[in-house]
């Protein structure tokens, strides 16, 4: 069990150094000790259903390339609020819709807490704590991204 840990450890340790190139934005983009988010974020692109949206997942930051994330955009977050069906509603889609047709070019990125959500309110209302924290966690990694990839590109 020690051993196992022991090179759990030494692959966590190992990975930011893969590949040189990558190195100041693997640094980067280390997850700061204690975060765990609850929530995701997922990049809205054409169409009227949460499936087509491309998921960006904090502190990895492929996520941002496959999604085409554009760093030079403005940022746009669309957060829901408290749902006791677990649905994506379609509000939500036409909002990124309108933003998008209104502004061009826009990074509109959507907040799913519905795990957090989909409880009796004064729980969920607790919850979206959480989700300020996770909604900082992610605007924070954005920034240093935005950065690096101003570095870098
Ligand atoms: C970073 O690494 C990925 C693969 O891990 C590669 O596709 C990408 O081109 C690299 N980026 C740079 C700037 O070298
Ligand atoms: C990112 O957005 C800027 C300004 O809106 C644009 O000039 C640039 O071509 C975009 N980059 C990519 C890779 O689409």
Known sequence: MRVLSALLLMTAVAAPVRGDSNFTAETHSAPPVKTVLKSSFHLYREGSVFEETCAVVPFRSETLHRCAY????????????????????????????????????????????????????????????????????????????????ANVF
Do not use: C
């Not at 519905?114 to 909604?135: C, F, M």
């Open 70 to 149: 554009n760093h030079s955009d403005p940022l746009v977050m669309i957060i829901h609020g408290w749902k006791i069906n677990g649905l994506m509603e379609t509000w939500i889609f036409d909002l990124a819709h309108a933003l998008k047709a209104r502004l061009g070019r826009v990074n509109v990125l959507i907040s799913d807490w519905r795990n957090l959500a989909r409880q009796p309110y004064p729980i969920a209302a607790k919850n979206s704590r959480q989700v300020g924290r996770d909604v900082a966690a992610l605007l924070k990694w954005l920034e240093v991204m935005k950065i690096v990839n």
